[in-house]
């Protein structure tokens, strides 16, 4: 009997409408199905299945967080007001150059981008992924796989998330020939053309797709030229819902005369607005602006939040959601100036929103929210490796 080799292979934004309308995989990855998404986006899915845990646990939900005693960019308050002409400090390449810098000199060792934040409003935030959620003891209080894939003893291999598609899959290839018997790959280029062109049928895509196939072909070739067994599932964080139209939240906000900072804080994600209420005055005025928007959005009521795994009693991630309707965008906002053709960060029960899981063994049928890839991975562990106690304190 041949070993047998673990492989879960991540595809972002490879959505169940995508698999569905082409058969991503069907021969070689036969058991598939939908399984909800993470409320959030990128940010808030990563963290959930690395952990198995919800936002409301381990606390990523979107990149910034309006906090200003937590804020590590306190400096801004000064340096900001100072960065003009804006149009020039706001320009991609400008920001990503100084995303970089800014990273480093923080130490931040996670997915770090400033996006589209106003410098203004950055000594009021908070950044949620300082830390690499990759590596051990990369998600602090929460265990996550690479903690549990070192206290398992089992060789393993995990990719490096800043590097493209085309050195991961190599790198998980020379994994498999150097002993390795759980890999987890993560992929994101799909994510981006899909953000571009949300049809599954596009040429692109398809494109895309029928290189994945190909590189799942080496894959399985190269585990069997080492005798190995490949257990191979691929998943994925969440769909892409195509472009409907856009919604400028940020003037209604700021037409209403409130100081953010003094009466109210605010972060504005592409597909939801987090809000925090400082003045008396905030909250009616506010909700009162956003009430044409009803039409397209609507305030996140305590039970989606607790549905969502978002609910927090301490208001960590704002006093208040509002979510607007999938294919709506939020334009402007802190993720960009223009609207993508296609978005993800709607509400879960949408059809576009649905990840999917396809594998080559029996999905165990519990396994319906990204959250539990985490409990199938940690089986596959503990059926091969020697577990150790979790640490006191975990
Ligand atoms: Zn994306």
Request: with cysteine.
């Amino acid at each position: 009997m041949s070993r047998k080799i673990t492989i879960f292979w991540f595809i972002d934004a490879l959505g169940w409408e995508v698999v569905r309308q082409t058969n991503f995989l069907q021969d070689l990855l036969p058991f598939r199905q939908p399984v909800g998404m993470q409320f959030g986006y990128s940010s808030s899915a990563i963290p959930t299945i690395l952990s198995g845990q919800v936002p409301a646990v381990h606390g990523h939900l979107g990149l910034f967080r309006y906090a200003p005693e937590d804020s590590p960019f306190r400096l801004f308050r000064w340096l900001g007001p100072l960065m003009k002409p804006s149009g020039l400090w706001n320009r991609g390449r400008v920001r990503n150059l100084l995303s970089r810098l800014l990273g480093r000199f923080y130490g931040f060792t996670g997915y770090f981008q400033l996006y589209q934040v106003p410098f203004t409003k950055l000594a009021s935030l908070d950044y949620c992924e300082k830390k690499d959620l990759f590596v051990p003891g990369g998600m602090e209080t929460v265990e996550n796989l690479a903690d549990l894939l070192v206290r398992s003893g089992i060789r393993y291999h995990i990719s490096d998330w800043r590097l493209g598609d085309r050195r991961n899959l190599a790198a998980a290839r020379a994994a498999v020939a150097e002993g390795a018997e759980f890999l987890f790959i993560y992929t994101a280029e799909l994510d981006a053309i899909l953000h571009n062109t949300p049809s599954p049928q596009a040429p692109v895509i398809q494109a895309k797709l029928e290189w994945y196939r190909g590189e799942a072909d080496e894959l399985l070739k190269t585990c069997r030229s080492h005798g190995l067994e490949m257990r191979l599932t691929v998943i994925s964080d969440h769909g892409m819902s195509p472009l409907t139209r856009t919604v400028d939240l940020m003037s209604a906000v700021e037409a209403t005369g409130l100081v953010f900072g003094k009466d109210y804080g605010a972060c504005y994600d592409s597909t939801m607005l987090r809000v925090n209420f400082l003045s008396a005055r905030a909250e009616a005025a506010i909700k009162s602006a956003l009430k044409p928007f009803e039409e397209c959005g609507h305030w996140l009521s305590e039970a989606e939040e607790c549905t969502y795994g978002i609910y927090r009693a301490d208001r960590y991630f704002g006093e208040a959601i509002f979510l607007v309707a999938p294919g709506v965008q939020i334009v402007p906002s802190d993720m960009g100036v223009r609207p993508l053709a296609g978005m993800h960060g709607y509400a879960p029960e949408d059809k576009d929103s649905y990840a999917a899981i396809l594998s080559n063994a029996e999905i165990p049928p519990e396994i319906r929210h990204v959250a539990n890839y985490f409990t199938l991975m940690k089986r596959h562990v503990e059926t091969r490796g020697r577990l150790q106690e979790e640490k006191v304190g975990r």
